[in-house]
């Protein structure tokens, strides 16, 4: 199976439409978007090799990937560190490092995990050498809230649904 390229059009479309008209509805449809994508993210992997016993105590050596991913500082912000994501090829390519890194596809998802775990990063943003829109910690602790909030209710809608329905039985 051919690797499947990463391309946000919508998001893209959805970040343009954002920037000439900023307004709720615009801004909502960006974090929409964004939900529902999938980025490349500069990473430098590296193979170590890890000594692991089995259950019978049997010890063998494993290859064990780590990766290092890379990071830029936005220096209008007080220095903050932050994730760099990009929406396809074209934009990754305008990312210049200093080391020579390899492309990991991330969903936001687990961009915003990593972010949550990683203390010291202050977000990701995405496409930093041109659209530029950060998504910050604050940011993505809301967003998380939100959609914890949306999924508790459809769970209350289900359940109500289904207890009416075991009802007229």
């Given at each position: 199976?051919?690797?499947?390229?990463?391309?946000?059009?919508?998001?893209i479309?959805?970040?343009?439409?954002?920037?000439a008209?900023?307004?709720?509805?615009?801004q909502?449809?960006?974090?929409?978007?964004?939900?529902?994508?999938?980025?490349?993210?500069?990473?430098?992997?590296?193979?170590?090799?890890?000594?692991v016993?089995?259950e019978?105590?049997?010890?063998?050596?494993?290859?064990?990937?780590?990766?290092?991913?890379?990071?830029i500082?936005?220096?209008?912000?007080?220095?903050?560190?932050?994730?760099?994501?990009?929406?396809?090829?074209?934009?990754?390519?305008?990312?210049?490092?200093?080391?020579?890194?390899?492309?990991?596809?991330?969903?936001?998802g687990?961009?915003?995990?990593?972010?949550?775990?990683?203390?010291?990063?202050?977000?990701?943003v995405?496409?930093?050498m041109?659209?530029?829109?950060?998504?910050?910690?604050?940011?993505?602790?809301g967003?998380?809230?939100?959609?914890?909030?949306?999924?508790?209710?459809?769970?209350?809608?289900?359940?109500?649904?289904?207890s009416?329905?075991?009802?007229?039985?």
């Amino acid at each position: 199976m051919a690797d499947q390229q990463v391309t946000n059009p919508k998001l893209i479309e959805a970040i343009e439409a954002m920037r000439a008209d900023f307004k709720p509805e615009t801004q909502n449809a960006t974090i929409n978007a964004a939900l529902r994508s999938t980025f490349y993210v500069p990473a430098i992997i590296e193979k170590k090799k890890e000594i692991v016993a089995n259950e019978n105590n049997e010890v063998k050596f494993e290859e064990k990937p780590k990766a290092r991913f890379l990071l830029i500082k936005k220096n209008g912000d007080g220095g903050q560190t932050f994730f760099p994501a990009f929406t396809d090829a074209d934009e990754l390519a305008k990312f210049k490092a200093n080391e020579p890194y390899q492309r990991v596809k991330m969903k936001f998802g687990d961009l915003a995990m990593l972010v949550e775990q990683v203390t010291t990063i202050s977000g990701f943003v995405i496409n930093p050498m041109s659209h530029n829109l950060p998504f910050t910690r604050e940011m993505l602790e809301g967003i998380k809230k939100v959609l914890i909030k949306r999924r508790n209710e459809q769970q209350k809608q289900t359940e109500a649904a289904s207890s009416e329905s075991a009802a007229e039985e």
